[in-house]
């Protein structure tokens, strides 16, 4: 079975960094697809950034471009969210996701692409 745990959310001044880490076990990484998601109150989810485990495919959402990265430790199946020069409106849980379908390149950005969620961490960016 797929588990997925994240850990680093927290609250960040406007500009600082955070980091955040998803300890991921059973049918995850190895040229599957994995990410995060991020949903703020009033809003709905929305993919920030994925990535094909093994490989340097990934995908960011246009409003976090440049700021944050994503990436996958192959050795120990752990998925991160290195978040730099946060704003406000970054403030919102953010959930670790997978799939267990491998792809050939690229990774999708539905909600229901990714049938395994995290139990999420909130991020919280003061003005």
């Known amino acids: 079975q797929v588990r997925l745990a994240e850990s680093g959310g927290g609250s960040v001044q406007a500009g600082g960094s955070l980091r955040l880490s998803c300890a991921a076990s059973?049918?995850?990484?190895?040229?599957?697809?994995m990410g995060w998601f991020r949903q703020a109150p009033g809003k709905q989810r929305e993919a920030v950034a994925t990535?094909?485990?093994?490989?340097?495919?990934?995908v960011y959402a246009h409003s976090v471009k440049g700021r944050f990265t994503i990436s996958h430790d192959s050795a120990t199946n752990t998925l991160y969210l290195q978040m730099n020069d946060v704003k406000p409106e970054d403030t919102a849980m953010y959930y670790c996701?997978?799939?267990?379908?491998?792809?050939?390149?690229?990774?999708?950005?539905?909600?229901?692409?990714?049938?395994?969620w995290g139990q999420g961490t909130q991020v919280t960016v003061s003005s």
């Open positions: 990535v094909r485990a093994g490989a340097d495919n990934t």
């Open positions: 996701v997978a799939r267990e379908t491998r792809a050939r390149s690229g990774c999708p950005s539905g909600t229901s692409d990714y049938p395994h």
């Open positions: 059973g049918n995850t990484g190895s040229g599957r697809c």
